[in-house]
């Protein structure tokens, strides 16, 4: 577990994360400091989507319900559109989406062993939980990048197309397996930990750790609120 | 194996199918007659893009080179779009699209065994193969349906994005591993029986058997010919 993570602050103030879909603009916390290079955070978000839409497409595949397969397949498709956004920025840059990614592929193949499910409705809150949360991360982190990509970056992964039919799915799946709601309310809670661990992982620390505690405190905190939020959606206790 | 098969005559003319992303309009043959009833062509077309969709992206979830699960993603991306076209068209007709491919589940969950390679190369060529057969034959199907949908549906269909990525990753695997050429030359042949089974099932046959095979006699012919043209792009010899 997440051992940084229990230095954490009792917050005082829970800042509202802005709905998905709007940029959000504002910067309550500067987060030029901690934010990565240009580079290694477009191969690291376009990874990220690539493991999305994996175990996306995994889960369509797995299940043999049409209207599941239907359902899924639409968060697997709003993944592969976020990663191909995030490689033509790589390409546009006149850099090489492999390379550029390559750095973040052992943290993303041990993530995925992280976030499969004992059956398809695990994994399927798993992608919801992590992908959810990585998701808001990248957006919030695309405001420390320069030029013109931050906010191409943070509208690319707004979109969130498919999540609608993933939260149906996942609430009618508990509506017909009534403890299964806290079974998998257990299983998300076990997620935050370590996809808070592949985010931390994207920073651009300095040596001063309590300077980069301040940075991040607060962006953690509204990441957890979000990710509250979504499983308050699903009638889940976070 | 297709028995069916076996009473075809030699082809005299090989009649040339036009390249795909160019609509063939014209009428050599009338299929009119076998052009099964709009609502089953769209429920199995779509059902048939589902499973390429499942193929090429469990092939990404297979590989561990990211160069490779980069190009076999571009294909499952098509395959996902012209899924999600044909189910809008079941949709635009008022129909439920999960009821309208549900006929076709048992078929399709059969072929994806048949088309499941021993490694993700034999199994990209299987998809190649398969896909590409089925493919030229929903859009050479297409021009038997009524009003606009024909031609919408072979448009939609002719979108080959994705096919040149998946065709030099295939010529990088075989240049690898050179006795690779013969045994997927040897898969691909299998494969070619049991695709045209699906193609076959697909039709609106009548009872006499003779007048059926007249119609659907230059249409295989047309569709082996673009299917041998194919493997021929891959050195491989059909």
């Known amino acids: 577990m997440a051992s940084w993570f229990s230095r954490r602050r009792p917050p005082v103030v829970v800042p509202r994360l802005k709905p998905r879909g709007e940029r959000s603009l504002s910067t309550r916390v500067d987060l030029g400091e901690i934010t990565p290079e240009l580079l290694p955070y477009l191969g690291q978000a376009a990874l990220v989507q690539m493991l999305a839409f994996e175990t996306y497409s995994g889960i369509v595949r797995g299940?043999?319900?049409?209207?599941?397969?239907?359902?899924?397949?639409?968060?697997?498709?709003?993944?592969?559109?976020?990663?191909?956004?995030?490689?033509?920025?790589?390409?546009?840059?006149?850099?090489?989406?492999?390379?550029?990614?390559?750095?973040?592929?052992?943290?993303?193949?041990?993530?995925?062993?992280?976030?499969?499910?004992?059956?398809?409705?695990?994994?399927?809150?798993?992608?919801?939980?992590?992908?959810?949360?990585?998701?808001?991360?990248?957006?919030?982190?695309?405001?420390g990048l320069p030029g013109d990509f931050g906010p191409r970056c943070a509208q690319l992964l707004s979109s969130d197309a498919g999540r609608d039919a993933t939260v149906r799915l996942l609430q009618e799946a508990i509506a017909e397996d009534p403890p299964l709601a806290s079974q998998l309310a257990m299983w998300g809670r076990r997620l935050v930990g370590d996809t808070l661990l592949v985010a931390r992982s994207a920073l651009h620390l300095s040596d001063n750790s309590e300077d980069d505690e301040q940075h991040i405190e607060p962006v953690l905190t509204e990441l957890i609120a979000a990710h509250s939020r979504r499983m308050d959606e699903l009638g889940l206790t976070a």
């Open 63 to 143: 299940v043999s319900s049409l209207a599941a397969k239907e359902a899924v397949s639409q968060s697997a498709g709003a993944a592969l559109a976020r990663y191909q956004g995030l490689i033509a920025e790589i390409r546009r840059r006149g850099d090489d989406p492999i390379s550029t990614m390559q750095p973040f592929a052992e943290m993303c193949a041990a993530f995925r062993a992280v976030i499969t499910g004992a059956d398809w409705r695990e994994s399927l809150l798993a992608a919801s939980v992590a992908f959810g949360l990585l998701d808001d991360f990248f957006i919030r982190l695309a405001e």
